[in-house]
């Protein structure tokens, strides 16, 4: 073969080869290309059936009731945009409502009217909040000697300390004045009060002045130990603490009849305080040295968490306590953050610990109930898609948009009420329904993107399409 023949063959050859590789990557190319147009096709059909269960299947909530300014509507509120609730909640004797952030001013809102509306209509009696039993019981007892919005002030955390709770406070008080009261009190354990030491040392003081002035110094050491930086104090110390309040629960049981004829009228007061004693105990002995070794620097970050969970155990160990010792009888409503009230806080996906992004949670409150509790408790979750709201330091903060396609809040606005509900316990598995049994992202905060299956940590979503910060009350 000559010289040109053969380069030419061999040419061939290499172009044939050139040919077949670059047919092959054009061939793949486009099956990627058709692939993954074919998943966008999927992916917006998907999305599209989700808003469209949504827009048939979300309850429009009206907005009634207590405005932004905390004036109350003079129209009187028959709930008829809630009648539906009755069946959802017919069998449930707790119903826990959360709030993805402290701060909002429909949060509040809504909160305050779904709580008359339970109370009203449906038979539930007790309130508890996200807030120090101790507190809470003694602003319950002295109700009728205060106003409104000094028993708010005295019962409550103060990033509910808003213009849009103070109609909640007198329509307690007006309650009180009836034979169907509602019924304030607390499931947390944190700190102490100016309050709750003089009502208690002014309450001991007519049996004992001694013990009284004992029971006022403890209280403010136990004030005073949450600060404390230094471990070798704390050592030397929480054993005395300790043996001080058993002490005080020794005076308690001897001189319990005596106590009762002071308050005839409130015989949830002996047992209430009875409770508090256990739980300074109690925190005494687990959750106060993670305390002292955070603010001392020593793994920070560990330590936050393992206070954390201990709180809420104790949480959910003070709403059992109310449910099956205090109450028995009664229907309660729980009013918390979202991460505390929700159902299985330790299998969602991804949350925020307060330092960083955690894909190992551990449970909280909602969580840790007992089963005889838990499986009569119906938990919503409240979320929005805009505004801005306060955070717990006072700034105001708004939410982080845009939203993600295929996200709770992104599904969710497909409603188009300013307000809406979607309860997530009748539906079946379904294509339509799919986005509440597969991993979401929604935001803790309106900021904080935690990842969860809806279904695993809400019974029911109360959706609102904006928020805006609470307005603070001024003295």
């Known amino acids: 073969m000559t010289d040109w023949k053969r380069k030419l063959t061999v040419s061939v050859m290499v172009l044939a080869i050139l040919s077949s590789s670059w047919m092959g990557a054009a061939a793949h190319a486009m099956e990627n290309k058709a692939g993954k147009t074919a998943n966008k096709a999927v992916c917006a059909n998907q999305d599209s059936m989700w808003k469209e269960w949504i827009k048939k299947n979300a309850k429009p909530i009206a907005k009634i009731g207590a405005n932004a300014s905390g004036k109350e509507n003079t129209a009187e509120d028959t709930y008829k945009d809630l009648q539906f609730f ?64 000094d028993t708010m002030e005295k019962s409550i955390f103060g990033v509910w300390h808003v213009q849009e709770n103070l109609p909640l406070f007198e329509y307690i008080a007006q309650q009180s004045r009836t034979d169907h009261p509602l019924i304030l009190t607390g499931v947390d354990v944190q700190g102490t009060s100016k309050t709750f030491i003089t009502f208690v040392e002014n309450w001991f003081g007519g049996i004992d002045q001694a ?93 936050i968490q393992e206070a954390s969970y201990i709180r809420d155990l104790q949480m959910a160990n003070n709403a059992a306590w109310l449910a099956e010792r205090l109450y028995p009888d ?59 709201s306060n955070l717990n330091n006072g700034k105001v903060e708004s939410v982080h948009l845009p939203h993600k396609s295929g996200s709770m809040e992104d599904i969710l606005k497909a409603g188009g009420h300013p307000v809406s509900f979607v309860d997530l316990t009748g539906a079946k598995l379904e294509p339509s329904t799919s986005w509440m049994f597969t991993p979401r992202i929604a935001k803790a905060w309106g900021m904080l993107e935690e990842s969860m299956i809806l279904r695993d940590q809400y019974d029911g979503l109360l959706f609102v399409d904006t928020i805006h910060p609470s307005k603070r009350l001024s003295k």
């Open 330 to 388: 009664k229907k309660i409503i729980v009013w918390g953050h979202n991460y505390h009230v929700r159902k299985h806080n330790s299998t969602m996906i991804t949350e925020h610990n307060g330092f960083d992004f955690n894909n190992h949670p551990y449970p909280t409150m909602g969580e840790m109930l007992p089963y005889s509790v838990k499986k009569n408790n119906y938990v919503i979750g409240l979320y929005t898609y805009q505004g801005s």
């Open 86 to 149: 009755k069946t959802l909640l017919k069998d449930k004797r707790m119903v826990s409502l959360g709030e993805a952030s402290h701060g909002a001013s429909e949060y509040n809102l809504a909160k305050v009217r779904l709580v008359k509306f339970l109370h009203e209509q449906m038979g539930y009696d007790v309130l508890a909040f996200e807030s120090n039993l101790a507190d809470t019981t003694i602003a319950s007892v002295q109700i009728n000697h205060d106003k409104p919005q």
């Open 211 to 303: 013990k009284a002035k004992e029971f006022a110094e403890t209280e403010r050491w136990f004030a005073e130990m949450h600060a404390y930086n230094d471990l070798d104090q704390f050592n030397r110390e929480q054993p005395q603490l300790i043996e001080k309040y058993r002490m005080i629960q020794q005076f308690v049981k001897e001189n319990e009849a005596k106590l009762k004829q002071s308050y005839p009228k409130n015989p949830e007061l002996i047992p209430s305080l009875k409770r508090v004693l256990e739980n300074r105990i109690d925190m005494l002995d687990t959750y106060m040295i993670h305390m002292v070794k955070l603010f001392a620097q020593m793994e920070p970050e560990y330590h």
